[in-house]
């Protein structure tokens, strides 16, 4: 009993690691597709606009590892990694959802991030991250 105990942490632990990774290299996809350092662009210039793109990006990410971990159906080994592929597709969805967005939209996204006011193009960003999220875990499901 101990020991299946110690197992499911360790499972938990095992999946929780995994989205945690996920989810740092989504935050650093953004950093990359943007103009300046994201941390500073946050934390010291407290961009509201970088502030939801970096969240609407980090909740897409776990909408996709819950729905990957609720697929794997026990089979621990095949969850962590379809959990792994399915985040970075996630990842790699979002980025390329950016820079079409940022293709065929008037003016750049990664300069609208600096912006002092939230911009309507954020919005429409964070949509997008959200909604590959939502296809994606119903995909899985």
């Known amino acids: 009993m101990l020991a299946e105990l110690f197992l499911e942490i360790g499972i938990v632990l095992s999946y929780a690691v995994s ?3 996920l989810m740092l290299i989504g935050y650093f996809v953004v950093d ?4 300046g350092k994201l941390h500073v662009i946050l934390w010291e210039q407290k961009s509201r606009n970088a502030a939801v793109l970096v969240a609407s990006d980090l909740a897409g990410v776990a909408i ?17 990694i379809s959990t792994l592929v399915f985040g970075l597709v996630g990842i ?27 911009h309507p193009e954020v919005w429409v960003n964070a949509t997008a991250h959200v909604g590959i999220a939502g296809i994606m875990a119903a995909a899985l499901l």
């Open 32 to 35: 990359l597709l943007t103009p």
């Open 64 to 80: 996709i590892v819950i729905a990957a971990i609720r697929a794997s159906s026990d089979d621990f080994l095949f969850g962590i």
């Open 19 to 21: 989205g945690l990774a």
């Open 92 to 118: 790699i969805l979002m980025a390329l959802s950016f820079l079409l967005i940022d293709a065929f939209t008037p003016g750049k996204l990664g300069d609208i991030v600096n912006a002092d006011q939230l």
